[in-house]
């Protein structure tokens, strides 16, 4: 493992890719060394910009900017962050598996399919990945206070929150957050949810979609949010909400330098910061 990570960053020219080349470019232990987009494909403005952000950040930045991800191996890059979307990270991730180049992916919209095959990409041979659908240090604890009151309360409910402009419904963190809520009630053999009594649907939709283990989530998409979970539990005379508010992309970068430093110890593929964590 090298004392010094070279670092790649796909989807470098989005909101959230911005960040990390930020957050990157200002870590003593890391090298922001190339920087992938397809806004870059021919190496204008939007390029030259980034670039003097970065080098404004860190001055020592040796980066190579562009559209291909060849210019990740010509970078000699040792991980690579992808935020972009799940069509292009299709494409991005198997790539980097097979060039030996490991990855910590932020990109929504994944599905079981997409992570079956990310499993067999990232099988621990040459690389490995950390794919975690929150970075937020809060969201991931957020989950784990879930766990521990799911089998204790006999209804749950989920509500995301996120800006206008997110493409995935519901988020993958309200996804996992109902996975790990039922899978918490399942090993505590807590016995399934009342069923839902709503019998007269006024408006389709309104009682949000079913995950698992009946779990309902609620999607908002509002101007002025960024990222919010808020998980409603109830019981017989009684309801405990659990609320996490990312109010800043910067909340995610220390999830994302900690996946950063740790995913070319952590063998194969690894789903969620909870292990990198401890929890």
Not at 10 to 22: D, S
Not at 215 to 238: D, K, M, S, T, Y
Not at 245 to 253: L, T, V, Y
């Amino acid at each position: 493992m090298n004392a010094v990570i070279r670092v790649g960053v796909v989807g470098g020219a989005g909101r959230m890719g911005r960040e990390v080349c930020a957050a990157v470019a200002e870590a003593p232990d890391l090298v922001l060394a190339a920087v992938v987009d397809p806004a870059f494909g021919t190496g204008g403005d939007g390029a030259a910009e980034l670039h003097g952000a970065a080098v404004a950040h860190a001055p020592h930045v040796e980066m190579l900017v562009g559209a291909q991800l060849e210019i990740l191996s010509d970078a000699d890059v040792d991980v690579v962050v992808d935020f972009s979307v799940a069509d292009a990270a299709r494409a991005t991730l198997p790539w980097c598996a097979a060039h030996g180049i490991h990855a910590v992916v932020g990109t929504t919209g994944l599905g079981p399919k997409d992570m079956a095959d990310l499993e067999r990409c990232f099988d621990g041979g040459r690389a490995n990945a950390v794919v975690a659908p929150n970075f937020a240090i809060g969201a991931v604890l957020l989950m784990r206070f879930c766990e521990l009151a799911a089998p204790h309360m006999e209804g749950a409910e989920v509500i995301e929150l996120h800006h206008e402009n997110k493409r995935d419904a519901p988020s993958g963190t309200a996804l996992r957050t109902a996975t790990r809520i039922a899978a918490a009630r399942e090993a505590a053999g807590a016995p399934p949810w009342p069923p839902d009594a709503t019998s007269d649907m006024v408006v389709e939709g309104a009682r949000g979609g079913a995950a698992e283990g009946g779990v309902r989530v609620h999607a908002l998409r509002l101007p002025g949010l960024v990222a919010h979970e808020e998980v409603v539990f109830g019981a017989l005379g009684q309801s405990l909400t659990i609320r996490h508010d990312s109010f800043d992309r910067r909340s995610f970068m220390p999830g994302v330098l900690l996946a950063v430093r740790e995913v070319q110890g952590r063998r194969g593929l690894t789903v969620g910061l909870e292990s990198l964590l401890g929890l």
